[in-house]
């Protein structure tokens, strides 16, 4: 079963590198989300760093929604969609393998360049760790929850603005506790329970978010 989630990841990261478009789509639009709250704002550094912790969480959440309707449409349009739900392979593990891809791919880049751009905002350095620590928790809830969206919204038109209607309220609780994450770093206060609140979220969206998206598809392909 590894080697099936295994060949699942690599061919999506495979078909996403050769057309190139999403991930390169996605970092730079979170790379120019937050470029552009310093001109509209103003320079005032003190402002920034207040402001940076949810300015580059907000950023994430809807550079990771870029991409979200083209998670299943592919598979769907050409017919490996079928296939996959006549293999036995089970729907769920395809499901959670093209999530963990889509992440890869659009997740993990906003994780890395996160602590450049927090400098850019001014964020004190006490919060650059906690930052990564939660965008790497909160990401891949991201990612779950957007594999929900896409699949009720497969083959519909104007998917993307559907999606973003049903997703972005679920989004909410990560923005919540992920910026309280980063604040409590900045402020020298515990972020433990902060943490362990995005991590509970992860590990409740892991079964929930992967029933409901295979659920989903499998009424798209009825």
């Given at each position: 079963m590894i080697m099936v989630c295994i060949k699942i990841i690599l061919r999506d990261l495979r078909l996403a590198l050769k057309q190139g478009?999403?991930?390169?789509?996605?970092?730079?639009?979170?790379?120019?989300?937050?470029?552009?709250?310093?001109?509209?704002?103003?320079?005032?550094?003190?402002?920034?760093?207040?402001?940076?912790?949810?300015?580059?969480?907000?950023?994430?959440?809807?550079?990771?929604?870029?991409?979200?309707?083209?998670?299943?449409?592919?598979?769907?349009?050409?017919?490996?969609l079928e296939l996959m739900l006549l293999s036995p392979i089970p729907l769920e593990?395809?499901?959670?393998?093209?999530?963990?891809?889509?992440?890869?791919?659009?997740?993990?880049?906003?994780?890395?360049?996160?602590?450049?751009?927090?400098?850019?905002?001014?964020?004190p350095n006490s919060g650059l760790g906690v930052l990564t620590l939660s965008l790497l928790l909160g990401t891949p809830v991201a990612s779950l929850i957007g594999a929900v969206g896409g699949a009720?919204?497969?083959?519909?038109?104007?998917?993307?603005?559907?999606?973003?209607?049903?997703?972005?309220?679920?989004?909410?609780?990560?923005?919540?506790?992920?910026?309280?994450?980063?604040?409590?770093g900045i402020g020298e206060l515990p972020v433990r329970p902060h943490l362990l609140i995005l991590a509970a979220l992860l590990a409740a969206a892991l079964p929930m978010a992967t029933w409901a998206s295979t659920a989903a598809l499998r009424q798209s392909c009825e």
């Open positions: 478009v999403d991930a390169f789509m996605v970092l730079m639009f979170f790379l120019i989300t937050i470029t552009l709250f310093p001109l509209g704002v103003g320079p005032e550094s003190n402002l920034l760093a207040r402001m940076s912790p949810g300015v580059i969480w907000v950023a994430a959440l809807l550079s990771t929604m870029l991409s979200l309707d083209r998670l299943f449409q592919h598979d769907y349009e050409d017919g490996s593990v395809v499901v959670l393998s093209k999530v963990f891809a889509h992440w890869l791919l659009t997740g993990l880049p906003l994780v890395v360049v996160s602590p450049l751009l927090a400098v850019f905002l001014n964020m009720l919204t497969l083959g519909a038109r104007r998917g993307g603005v559907l999606i973003s209607l049903l997703v972005l309220p679920l989004y909410i609780p990560l923005l919540i506790f992920g910026v309280a994450a980063v604040d409590a």
